[in-house]
């Protein structure tokens, strides 16, 4: 009885979580919340300060020491090359030598180079919303296809498929496997073909669907003329990105390794291995030079360096802060003995298949937390070990359960409470009612449907 009680106090939370952040809540307000009402479930009423300010507080923690740094760096990176104009630069660039015969694929092509150089989506959007926009308008598409093009390039194949993308749905893997952010690079480099090429698919037979119809009249958010003659030349603006991802590489494939790091060991290094810092070290050396570069070619665009750096700092922290406070959420929850039920339950959906089974996993939590990379921490600070574990057993390689683990996480995850798909609607000046079904068929349905066959097709015929 006492395990039934917690078995649905998880399921309760869970459900609350969903629903909570789908209304408006920020997740750093529901996560401590909602995990110890599982605790309460479960029987722990008299512990619930000491499992928030031990367990909760500590899972947090824990994310934030790793990873603040990438984050931090990240959105630093990203405001550059948003203020400097060369994000911009590079999507303009892309779309005009690609023609107004090929609009819809120009975007997602300027969107994925952009992602996969590690501007987050929430970058892309506002960079490349302007130009998709006068492009569509010209060519006259209909513009309610604009979110879907956007998402596809910025929030699939590129961000979890390709490898060494510099995203943190590549990055967190790494600490859990033993892996480097160029993990299983022929499936991933398959797989991101499969969701692009399916994407475009879809998208194009939309678009012949869509004759006669045109760009639409009464559209709201409609974007000023564009304005390019601040704008930095296009080798000037893809050079940051060169910097980052030749740097990534240079340190995590060439450097890192031949570091003597036996000290590493050491108790106040926390008694841990290069192979679980290497891609971490990697990217943090990646965008500092990164950084370095983009102030220094672009230091006459800049209105005011200082606010540009401050703004990227200052918008680094509340990413930083959901995305840690739903790994506290799920080491909480993890602690807790009804769920090595749940635990049993989920490992056993396809034990045989365990490829199968954490693809299972993460798309589920990444479609109830609306977060790919909460999804996947939580998932990976439950059953991580317990994944690695089995994947060993099976004789499953562990960069392949890296990449199916990235690729999970971009999948269920654009459910309608997700925060990208809103904001993306609302700077866009549109509805669900009016683009949500094409943006779920290319960010939703072809990326979960690609890795779930995948990973069954490996599991049963490769491993």
Not at 173 to 187: I, K, Q, S, V
Not at 238 to 244: N, R, Y
Request: with cysteine.
């Amino acid at each position: 009885m006492e395990h039934l009680a917690g078995i649905l106090g998880i399921l309760l939370s869970l459900i609350l979580l969903m629903t909570l952040a789908y209304r408006g809540i920020s997740v750093i307000i529901l996560a401590p919340l909602l995990a110890l009402l599982a605790v309460l479930f479960s029987g722990g009423g008299h512990q619930l300060l000491a499992v928030y300010t031990q367990v909760f507080m500590y899972g947090v923690l824990g994310f934030v020491v790793k990873y603040f740094p990438v984050f931090l760096l990240g959105a630093i990176f990203g405001r550059l090359m948003d203020d400097s104009g060369s994000a911009r630069r590079i999507a303009l660039t892309i779309l005009e030598k690609m023609g107004q015969t090929r609009v819809i694929a120009a975007v997602v092509v300027s969107c994925g180079i952009l992602s996969y150089g590690g501007i987050s989506i929430f970058i892309i959007v506002f960079a490349v919303y302007p130009i998709a926009a006068s492009m569509f308008r010209d060519a006259d598409i209909p513009k309610r296809l604009i979110p879907a093009a956007i998402g596809m390039g910025g929030g699939t194949f590129a961000m979890t498929c390709f490898p060494g993308a510099v995203q943190i749905h590549n990055i967190i893997p790494t600490t859990y496997f033993g892996t480097d952010l160029y993990a299983a690079p022929l499936l991933g480099i398959v797989c991101g073909l499969l969701m692009g090429g399916g994407g475009l698919a879809w998208l194009h037979r939309q678009e012949r669907a869509c004759a006669g119809e045109g760009y639409g009249t009464g559209h709201i958010n409609e974007p000023a003329e564009l304005e390019t003659s601040r704008l930095p030349p296009l080798g000037v603006a893809l050079l940051p990105l060169g910097v980052v991802i030749g740097t990534n590489f240079l340190f995590s494939e060439v450097l890192i390794p031949g570091w003597d790091t036996s000290y590493l060991a050491d108790e106040k290094f926390g008694s841990t291995s290069i192979e679980s810092l290497r891609s971490i070290w990697a990217i943090i050396a990646a965008l500092f030079f990164g950084n370095i570069v983009a102030m220094l070619v672009n230091r006459k665009r800049y209105a005011k360096l200082s606010n540009t750096l401050s703004t990227g700092a200052s918008s680094s922290m509340l990413p930083t802060f959901n995305t840690g406070s739903e790994v506290g959420y799920g080491v909480t929850i993890a602690s807790l003995a009804a769920f090595a039920l749940i635990k049993s339950a989920v490992v056993n959906v396809a034990p045989e298949y365990p490829l199968v089974s954490a693809s299972v996993a993460v798309n589920v939590l990444a479609g109830i937390t609306g977060s790919a990379s909460g999804g996947m921490s939580i998932a990976l600070a439950a059953l991580g070990d317990t994944y690695k574990q089995l994947a060993i057993d099976h004789g499953i390689s562990l960069e392949w359960l890296h990449r199916i683990v990235a690729m999970s996480s971009g999948g269920l995850d654009t459910l309608p409470h997700n925060g990208a798909v809103i904001a993306m609607l609302m700077i866009c000046g549109l509805t669900h009612r009016q683009s949500y079904k094409d943006f779920a068929m290319v960010t939703l349905v072809i990326p979960f449907s690609v890795v779930i066959v995948v990973a069954l097709l490996l599991s049963m015929f490769v491993a």
